[in-house]
């Protein structure tokens, strides 16, 4: 067999499955995929020895993913664990354990191939690179002006395995002792292109927010981003090399930030906003509603959603005004609002979906 003179784009396809799924689901309009791991060792010196008589492992590797793909139908948020709906806190299967841990699989089909085309993969062609039990440790997404809307999710996982073929054991060990799995396997079904839109375009995003001491309807708004890091607590105990647990670190945290070129001043209601109301009137929280519309067939923004995140009780932490000769007048504007429980329908970050 020849030896493979590179691995490009067209050849791979990405999917995230639980560590009992043999049937991963495929993650679709991918940008890039980064994976990489570090091994941490501790030197063992003694007095009569110049160099270390050994170097050893005491705190486990942790294997880093960082994945960026197009904002489409909320298909890949659904399939990462995410709970899609306006009732529920999108994190609340997450907190919950039920949808915390993953494995992902990074399919390479034969060079020259169009991964998600030409099916090779079908016929058990192809190599895979597994990374188990992973966990989320943050989630973006941001929208400007000329730009795409893309997400960035980043996630810390305990293993890493190659496969010389598209099935074999999951990559996922036991947390405890980090044994291999032997007896789950999974089985990397046929990619496709997926069925959502294309693209999201930055003309069909709106936004909706009230009672800032600046008109909203009239901002023009240049970039948005939402953006969440989940802190994972590494459990240990003696008698293990590996952590038995990654549990989450609370609180929670979400940030909204926007930038827009300044309207006019004040609400259309005439309510007056200064920052003496806001320091007496302390308990006051905000709710960000950012509608990512579908592409409409002619000119005109689509009014019907194909995403929609939603920042309920976020509190104001930031206004900043810029102007200088030459530029027009800007506002930027940061919130935060921290997760609450899977029931809490008050506060957090709420997500829907065209799926």
Do not use: W
């Amino acid at each position: 067999m020849s030896n493979r003179k590179r691995v490009i784009y067209q050849s791979e396809a990405l999917f995230v499955g639980g560590t009992g799924i043999s049937e991963p689901k495929q993650l679709n309009r991918v940008q890039s995929a980064n994976y990489s791991f570090d091994i941490t060792r501790q030197d063992v010196n003694q007095y009569g020895q110049l160099a270390a008589i050994d170097r050893i492992i005491l705190e486990q590797p942790t294997v880093s993913l960082d994945i960026s793909y197009y904002a489409n139908s909320g298909e890949n948020e659904a399939n990462l664990g995410f709970t899609l709906s306006s009732t529920k806190s999108a994190l609340a299967d997450i907190l919950s354990g039920g949808k915390d841990i993953n494995n992902y699989y990074i399919l390479i089909s034969p060079e020259g191939t169009d991964a998600n085309i030409d099916k090779v993969q079908a016929t058990g062609e192809g190599n895979v690179i597994g990374i188990g039990n992973a966990g989320l440790t943050s989630y973006s997404i941001e929208a400007s002006v000329g730009d795409l809307p893309t997400v960035t999710v980043n996630a810390e996982g305990l293993n890493m395995k190659f496969y010389n073929k598209a099935t074999g054991f999951s990559p996922h060990v036991n947390p405890e002792d980090g044994i291999e799995n032997s007896t789950k396997t999974f089985a990397i079904p046929t990619p496709n292109s997926g069925a959502g839109f294309s693209a999201l375009r930055p003309g069909d995003i709106q936004l909706s927010i009230t009672g800032v001491g600046i008109s909203v309807s009239d901002l023009k708004i240049q970039n948005f981003s939402v953006s969440t890091d989940i802190g994972r607590d590494p459990i240990q105990k003696l008698g293990s090399r590996y952590a038995f647990t990654r549990e989450i670190t609370f609180p929670v945290v979400v940030t909204a930030s926007v930038e827009a070129i300044l309207g006019n001043v004040g609400e259309a209601s005439n309510n007056v906003q200064s920052l003496s109301n806001i320091i007496c009137d302390d308990s006051k929280a905000y709710d960000l509603t950012f509608t990512l519309n579908r592409p409409g067939a002619s000119c005109g923004t689509s009014n019907t959603q194909a995403m929609k995140y939603t920042l309920k009780g976020a509190k104001l932490d930031t206004q900043e005004f810029s102007s200088a000769i030459g530029d027009n007048k800007s506002v930027t504007m940061t919130f935060s609002s921290q997760i609450g429980g899977p029931t809490d329908t008050t506060r957090g970050l709420f997500i829907e979906g065209a799926v």
